[in-house]
């Protein structure tokens, strides 16, 4: 008798198998064993496991939280169009696809300073001599408040605003998601309008249009959803089931139960408990095939 192991390579779901093979006996390169009549073939394959289970999907769920830009690619291959929105301060990096700060122009930023400085992303910068008089700590005739002070009363807490000695100061940049609108961190319209439809107010108050809904949804509370389905929004916004008595579904707009009926009476609707739907108590008038409307 000879005695095969065959290891599996490059697939999901393979462990080792081992058969005999009698005398005379072959395997074929398609995997089929030939009894050479010296013997009964035997093959052990009860330690191969189904291989018909689908692979979960990839999903890169955090890929744009971080990145900005359109037609990248994620860590599953596929093509993602991600916020170009990085704010008034700051702008997209089309190599990182990261939102990066944008330096003040080295004319505005050097205006009434002198020397070695430093811009408002942090970036050294020479701003010369002083015109008159003497260059003392960046400024010239003239001692700057400190950048916290200045910013705390000008009531900043991001962009640019001028100091003591009208020196533009940077008050710091707005974190991934919002940008600075007159000094304050507001989330950007992306992250306002993430899953909402309709006005919706964004984290400093300002009204933003995040537009309607596609397909068959309908924007509710800022929410598309599909009143033929939605048992808060059955048949229209605001139009919910649960103010008749045991209705807990919604079909066709119309308010319904589980296992529901066909009858047409609207005081007992369904019936899909004891006594059915009392459609009247959900501003519904009529019952069809066991459905409120």
């Known amino acids: 008798m000879r005695r095969f192991a065959f290891l599996c390579f490059l697939s ?13 006996g072959e395997v074929g390169v398609d995997g089929t064993v030939t009894d050479g009549g010296g013997g009964d073939t035997q093959v052990d394959d009860t330690s191969i496991p189904p291989s018909d289970v689908a692979p979960e999907a ?19 291959g596929e093509r993602r169009d991600c916020a170009t929105d990085c704010g008034s301060d700051k702008t997209c990096d089309g190599v990182t696809h990261k939102c990066i700060c944008v330096p003040v122009p080295a004319d505005v930023w050097c205006m009434n300073r002198c020397g070695a400085n430093k811009d408002n992303c942090g970036n050294a910068i020479e701003c010369g001599a002083c015109v008159t008089g003497i260059c003392t700590l960046g400024s010239c005739g003239c001692l700057a408040d400190a950048d916290s002070t200045t910013c705390k009363n000008a009531g900043y807490a991001c962009g640019e ?27 950007t319209k992306a992250v306002t309008c993430a899953g909402k439809c309709g006005s919706v107010v964004n984290s400093c108050g ?3 249009d995040c537009g309607g809904c596609s397909g068959s949804t309908t924007c509710c509370k800022n929410l598309c959803v599909n ?30 139960c589980t ?14 408990a004891a006594g059915g739907m009392n459609c009247s108590k959900g501003g519904r008038s009529r019952c069809t095939a066991g459905v409120c409307f």
């Open 58 to 76: 990839c999903v890169d769920k955090k890929f744009c939280a971080e990145k900005c830009g359109l037609g990248l690619i994620d860590a599953c």
């Open 227 to 256: 009143t033929q389905t939605d048992v808060a929004n059955c048949g229209g916004c605001n139009a919910s089931c649960s103010t008749i008595p045991n209705s807990n579904a919604c079909e066709g707009g119309g308010c319904t």
């Open 161 to 187: 605003t001028k100091n003591n000695c009208l020196q533009t100061v940077s008050c710091g940049v707005c974190p991934s998601g919002q940008s600075c609108v007159i000094g304050k961190c507001c989330d």
């Open 206 to 208: 300002a009204t933003v």
């Open 259 to 272: 296992g529901h009926g066909s009858n047409t009476d609207p005081t007992a609707c369904g019936p899909c």
């Open 12 to 24: 999901v779901g393979c462990s080792s198998s081992s058969f005999t093979i009698a005398p005379g």
